[in-house]
């Protein structure tokens, strides 16, 4: 399976102020996505960050409020801006597994549980 | 209700019984996944069924697919008290015969194995 890796594991912030998440892979991957998990509750997709291409965003889900980078293959950022203690949430970045051909398996990182008070 | 739901909500058993959750979904899917989590951490992939697949296992670990009814089921051998966590299936949606990658989670089973 792919390496994930995030950055920061956590972080307790202020409202009004952002936070940018770093993903990083041990492998080339061209589907990334970025998942909100909200207490108690179940995953959300926020958007997809395929390389080459901008990302595209889910209903619900803005540019403004949560911009993504994805410069190359290996690594992918989200930024949650001007943020609300309705914020607080654990986000996670996921990989398409490259070797899974059209099974499309997908692994995840071990996301980054984010505070605001 | 939700592309994905899961029951029961809720599952206490003791070591050694066996777990057996069940994942309903509503559209046409190019896979269905299932994952663990452990007290809010990362998602563990656990195994991948295709759509024209009908059962997988791995290890203690089996998954069945019916697609005429849109549902899977996971069951868990021999349980043990590390097997306690929360157990998500996620459907991948086709869209006109293409898969986007992009999964749509049940609520969840949690699991609690007693020693």
């Known amino acids: 399976s792919a390496v994930i890796s995030q950055k920061p594991s956590r972080d307790i912030c202020q409202r009004g102020t952002s936070l940018t998440i770093q993903c990083q892979v041990d492998s080339q991957v061209t589907m990334m996505f970025w998942y909100r998990q909200q207490p108690g509750q179940s995953l959300t997709l926020i958007a997809t960050a395929n390389q080459g291409s901008e990302a595209t965003y889910e209903s619900g889900f803005v540019i403004d409020k949560f911009p993504i980078s994805r410069p190359n293959l290996t690594f992918s950022t989200l930024t949650v801006s001007n943020m609300s203690p309705e914020d607080s949430s654990i986000y996670l970045c996921?990989?398409?597994?490259?070797?899974?051909?059209?099974?499309?398996?997908?692994?995840f990182g071990p996301g980054t549980r984010l505070t605001v008070t | 209700s939700q592309q994905g739901e899961e029951d029961p909500q809720a599952l206490s058993i003791q070591e050694g019984e066996n777990a057996t959750m069940n994942c309903s979904y509503k559209t046409s899917i190019n896979n269905l996944q299932w994952y663990r989590q452990n007290s809010g951490r990362g998602l563990v992939h656990l195994i991948l069924i295709r759509s024209n697949e009908r059962e997988k296992h791995s290890g203690r670990l089996r998954v069945t697919l019916d697609t005429s009814k849109k549902s899977s089921s996971l069951l868990i051998t021999a349980s043990r008290a590390a097997d306690t966590a929360s157990y998500f299936c996620?459907?991948?949606?086709?869209?006109?015969?293409?898969?986007?990658?992009?999964?749509?989670f049940g609520q969840g089973t949690i699991l609690t194995v007693h020693p």
């Open positions: 996620a459907t991948d949606a086709k869209a006109g015969g293409t898969s986007y990658g992009k999964l749509t």
């Open positions: 996921s990989v398409v597994a490259p070797w899974s051909g059209t099974s499309y398996e997908q692994y």
